[in-house]
């Protein structure tokens, strides 16, 4: 697929985006229920963009203009000292900042992403090639593309969230691991663990790589474990807890514990919630947090399963897989779903699965119900109402 095609299908996403934005107002009335909301109209900026920052947005800019506060070690620092360091470049404003930052970020991610699902002719990826580490064609590709874009929470990655700038170092961490690039696979595993935990599991599909290859790194195998201790090192000198961005977890709500749950006790407290809570928007938000989660991991263990059927094993898919999967759990273990719908976006190995699906009627369906829940839940977040 060429960078024209995906920069025009990347461009009617966000045209539609902005749709659902500027239009939800008419419909929703706004809740608005987070801190410092009172701080967007200073960035002078029309309310419909400046609502994608919104929620924990608001904290990244806080960071960004004033350094960490309490409890505020919870963000990880690269995606705010980004922010900071280019916001002289775009009138001094850091939301404008990390709107651009997050949108180019996933812009680039995109067209890398392909090139590792979708085969390459002489670096640009082709529509008549597949790829070696997927198989997918260039069809399969464009299904891929798709359901990534219309996933219902997909308008985080052009948010002022972490989720963009997370999906182009997990992305080009993968990419060079693929072209052996082992320098650049340690540079971007690193920072990636900078811009969030998750970023530290990429030593999963390292590992898988360097297994199947019987290659020894240790460069690029501690890569990602030292952008978190760095981290920790720099809470343990600032707070006295090198884990506070885990202590501090409670104090932004959504039930979360500091102590380990496992994820039968989790289902439970969902059953709970539906048989006992008042129907409002917050239980609408905990069902699809259920249905979204046990929907990802159920396709996760279908494919995993397919994997370890092969009689000669992808080993770079079954590290995807896990990495994918583990994604998907380790925000469980905190006793909730909450913001499952939003981490699910980086469990790649779940898109994969469903563009090679090759059932019609499944795949119309599949597209359907998150082409619908994605104007649903992005209108709901412009409005000020938790989605995820």
């Known amino acids: ?31 608005g229920f987070f801190p410092y909301k009172d701080q967007l109209p200073g960035f002078n900026l029309p309310g ?17 203009k004033n350094g960490y506060s309490q409890f505020e070690q919870a963000f990880f620092p690269l995606y705010p000292l980004l922010i900071k360091l280019l916001t002289p470049l775009f009138f001094n404003n850091q939301l404008l900042t990390g709107l651009i ?28 090639t597949q790829g070696a580490l997927t198989g997918m064609s260039s069809r399969q590709n464009l299904l891929f593309l798709t359901l990534f874009l219309i996933f219902p929470t997909s308008f985080f990655f052009g948010a002022v969230y972490t989720e963009g700038l997370f999906f182009l170092l997990v992305i080009l961490s993968l990419y060079f691991l693929k072209k052996k690039q082992y320098l ?4 971007f595993s690193f920072l990636a663990s900078l811009t969030r935990l998750m970023g530290v599991f990429l ?38 807890d090198p884990l506070f961005f885990l202590t501090s977890q409670p104090i932004f709500g959504a039930n979360r514990s500091t102590h380990l749950i ?6 439970w407290r969902y059953f709970k919630i539906f048989f006992t809570a008042a129907f409002d928007s917050r239980y609408f938000v905990s069902v699809i ?11 996760l263990t279908l494919d995993l399963i397919e994997n370890w059927k092969l009689k000669i094993k992808d080993w770079g898919g079954i590290g995807l897989n896990l990495f994918s999967f583990t994604n998907l759990i380790l925000p469980t273990l905190t006793g909730t779903f909450s913001s499952i719908p939003r981490y699910s976006l980086l469990s790649i190995s779940f898109f994969i699965y469903l563009s090679k699906i ?8 599949i597209l359907i119900i998150f082409f619908f829940l994605h104007i649903i839940l992005l209108g709901f977040f412009r409005q000020g109402y938790f989605i995820s």
């Open 358 to 365: 090759k059932n019609n009627f499944i795949k119309i369906s």
């Open 48 to 64: 419909w963009i400046s609502s994608l920052a919104n929620f924990d947005g608001l904290h990244y800019i806080l960071i960004a």
């Open 289 to 299: 947090e259920f249905l979204i989660f046990t929907f990802v991991f159920g396709i």
């Open 101 to 128: 930052i997050s949108n180019i970020s996933f812009l680039i991610g995109l067209f890398f992403i392909l090139k590792i699902t979708g085969g390459e002719k002489k670096g640009i990826p082709t529509a008549r």
């Open 203 to 240: 030593i999963i599909p390292i590992i898988f790589s360097l297994l199947s290859k019987k290659r020894k790194n240790i460069l690029v195998f501690f890569a990602p474990i030292l952008g978190l201790a760095l981290y920790c090192f720099y809470l343990f000198k600032t707070t006295g």
């Open 1 to 31: 697929m060429s960078w024209k095609k995906i920069l025009s299908i990347f461009l009617i996403w966000k045209i539609f985006d902005f749709l659902i934005i500027y239009f939800s107002p008419k419909i929703i009335p706004y809740l």
């Open 262 to 267: 496992s994820l039968p006790q989790v289902y």
């Open 184 to 187: 650049l696979v340690a540079i």
